[in-house]
T-cell receptor
Framework: DQQVKQNSPSLSVQEGRISILNCDYT??????FLWYKKYPAEGPTFLIS?????DKNEDGRFTVFLNKSAKHLSLHIVPSQPGDSAVYFC?????????????FGGGTRLMVKP | KAGVTQTPRYLIKTRGQQVTLSCSPI?????VSWYQQTPGQGLQFLFE???????NKGNFPGRFSGRQFSNSRSEMNVSTLELGDSALYLC????????????FGPGTRLTVT
């Protein structure tokens, strides 16, 4: 039972254009969402997060949008750069957890072409 | 501030053996979580320790265990290794209390032959 899904395993975008990565979730108890970026042979790097009380959070070139009614979030990268080429994971956490436990999607490989 | 460190980075073991992996969190972080990454199952939560106590546990068999020391360093142990345990094992730390953002180490690549 995959509670967090990233339906696009890969995405290819031209440098300078917008990259949009999508994520869907099923567990209505999730109240905090995060995006991580991962290069090969490295651990995931935290990018940006959003609480369920918001519908948008922005940090530089990265913006995350949350649509609670659709149980959908997306990460926008604008403008995309070749260094953004990596695997992106969305993750979710539920307030009812006693501590920290992230549920991850399967990841989307982003390729930004020069 | 130094990041999360994991040792060893690479490990090759034989079926039936046991293995211990180590993780040192970011200084001041008291929560340490472990995840397994495989091509088929993605990133899956193993367990979390906070102040030397296991606070959360994922859906893994009892062969997977862990502990945390008073300095917040953590170890995970896998006994009676199976071929399917071959994976990248990632450790993450987070700050005080219930902090959602977790910061990951580079991982330990375990190969079971």
């Amino acid at each position: 039972d995959q509670q967090v899904k990233q339906n696009s395993p890969s995405l290819s975008v031209q440098e300078g254009r917008i990259s949009i990565l999508n994520c869907d979730y099923t567990n209505s108890m999730f109240d905090y969402f995060l995006w991580y970026k991962k290069y090969p042979a490295e651990g995931p790097t935290f990018l940006i997060s959003i609480s369920s009380i918001k519908d948008k959070n922005e940090d530089g070139r990265f913006t995350v949008f949350l649509n609670k009614s659709a149980k959908h979030l997306s990460l926008h990268i604008v403008p995309s750069q070749p260094g953004d080429s990596a695997v992106y994971f969305c993750a979710a956490s539920a307030r009812n957890n006693a501590g920290n436990m992230l549920t991850f999607g399967g990841g989307t490989r982003l390729m930004v072409k020069p | 501030k130094a990041g999360v460190t994991q040792t060893p980075r690479y490990l090759i073991k034989t079926r039936g053996q046991q293995v211990t992996l180590s993780c040192s969190p970011i200084s001041g972080h008291r929560s340490v979580s472990w995840y397994q990454q495989t091509p088929g199952q993605g990133l899956q939560f193993l367990f979390e320790y906070f102040s030397e106590t296991q606070r959360n546990k994922g859906n893994f068999p009892g062969r997977f265990s862990g502990r945390q020391f008073s300095n917040s360093r953590s170890e995970m142990n896998v006994s009676t290794l199976e071929l399917g345990d071959s994976a990248l094992y990632l450790c993450a730390s987070s700050g005080l209390g219930h902090s959602y953002e977790q910061y990951f180490g580079p991982g330990t690549r375990l190969t079971v032959t």
